[in-house]
């Protein structure tokens, strides 16, 4: 059974940090791309960061030079150092393997970051 869990959520003042991490279980983890999701209150959810088994990156022009993604197959974890935070930043985030994502399975319950300003 896939399972998908985020953490390292919070409140946080604008300029400051926030590092997520997210456990997964229930597929080959390492061979897979996984990506990092937001959805802020009304809007759809958006790709923020992907990551592919060879830890190659990829992110939204809205976080390039501020946000980080990182893997460790060794604990199938995946994580995102969110670095520089703007208000616009407030969403819940949530990670998934990308194909499952591409097909809208296996959300996990996601993580609250909200940054005042």
């Known amino acids: 059974q896939v399972q998908l869990v985020e953490s390292g959520g919070g409140l946080v003042q604008a300029g400051g940090s926030l590092r997520l991490s997210c456990a997964a279980s229930g597929f080959i983890f390492s061979i897979n791309s996984m990506g990092w999701y937001r959805q802020a209150p009304g809007e759809q959810r958006e790709l923020v960061a992907t990551?592919?088994?060879?830890?190659?990156?990829n992110y939204a022009d809205s976080v390039k030079g501020r946000f980080t993604i990182s893997r460790d197959n060794a604990k199938n974890t995946v994580y995102l150092q969110m670095s520089s935070l703007k208000p616009e930043d407030t969403a819940v985030y949530y990670c998934?393997?990308?194909?499952?994502?591409?097909?809208?399975?296996?959300w996990g319950q996601g993580t609250q970051v909200t940054v005042s300003s």
């Open positions: 998934n393997a990308i194909p499952y994502a591409l097909t809208n399975k296996y």
């Open positions: 990551i592919t088994g060879y830890s190659n990156t």
